[in-house]
């Protein structure tokens, strides 16, 4: 009996240590459970820490890229826009460098041109005060002389007629010299005048040729020449007409000038006889002619009619 109780004491007593055991046990491994997971979260909120600080050192050495990039575009862009301008402003300063030079040659040369103008006037003048007052003075006294003087003789009066004509001639061609001498150049309303003064000064020599000149009305009359071009081309027509006078026995001279293309054309015909003897001592004139019109850009054509008279056409 009495040892029943001490094993019943005994039991009880091994049961309560046993419930404190397990009690215990249960409380530290929920305490080391509890001391695992606060670790584990301290150590991934570190970790979370340490990538953010990474992430923005990265994000910080980004950015410091992007800013050095676009400091370069920019300072690229500032550096071109200074060589843009002052390449500018040399090409301006070299613009205006040209264009001053080329303004000093061209009022040198209307100086040169002035000074020349002026020459030309001075001997102009002097021409016809001198030479032309003097062939002047031989026509009228040659006209005197036929007409105080009864002169019989026909061979002395047609020398004295001869000599007339011939200081006629040269005192126009002087007033043709003097003319060309005052000028710069030479317009087409400048030929066309020139011609028709001609013409009218061979019809009182030659009262029984009809003599004609006819300006077409495609011509443009704003065409300038050079003085050498112009008096050139007027000169070759005062020497055809001259040939068609002496070496043909035409009754009709006519000059005529048109456009064909983007050419002046002028053309001296006739309606000679065209003789081979008349066309030899022309054809002897034609290559000085054709030569002097070659010297300044134009072509001459001699054509040749058998009882049709010549034609001379000058293509400027």
Known sequence: MKYRKHLMFFLLFFLIKSTNLVAINSTLNSNY?????????????????????????????????????????????????????????????HHQSQKEKELKEALSKIEIQNKQQEKRL??????HHTIGEQL?????????????????????KKKLKTISSFTSQASYELRDAIWVMTKTEITILDLQARI????????????????LFKVSTDVDTSINFSMLKGFTIYNVIQESIQHSL??????????????????????????????????????????????????????LEFIFLENAGNEIIITI
């Open 33 to 93: 459970a509890s001391g695992t997971e606060a670790h584990v979260t301290r150590d991934n909120t570190n970790q979370i820490l340490i990538d953010r600080v990474v992430l923005a050192e990265q994000q910080l050495r980004v950015q410091k890229q992007n800013y050095q990039v676009y400091g370069g575009l920019c300072l690229f862009v500032i550096l071109s826009v200074i060589a843009y301008l002052i390449y500018s402003q040399y090409q301006l300063k």
């Open 122 to 127: 001075k001997i102009s003048n002097d021409l």
């Open 136 to 156: 002047t003075s031989i026509i009228s006294s040659l006209d005197n002389l036929k007409y105080t003087f009864a002169i019989k003789d026909e061979r002395l």
């Open 196 to 211: 028709i003064n001609y013409i009218d000064f061979l019809k009182l020599q030659h009262t029984n040729i009809q003599l």
């Open 246 to 299: 002496t070496y043909e026995d035409v009754s009709m001279v006519k000059v005529t000038v048109r456009t064909m293309v983007s050419n002046m054309v002028f053309k001296i015909s006739n309606n000679g006889t065209g003789s081979r003897t008349s066309t030899k001592i022309i054809g002897n004139g034609h290559n000085s002619m054709e030569k002097r019109i070659q010297s300044v850009g134009g072509e």
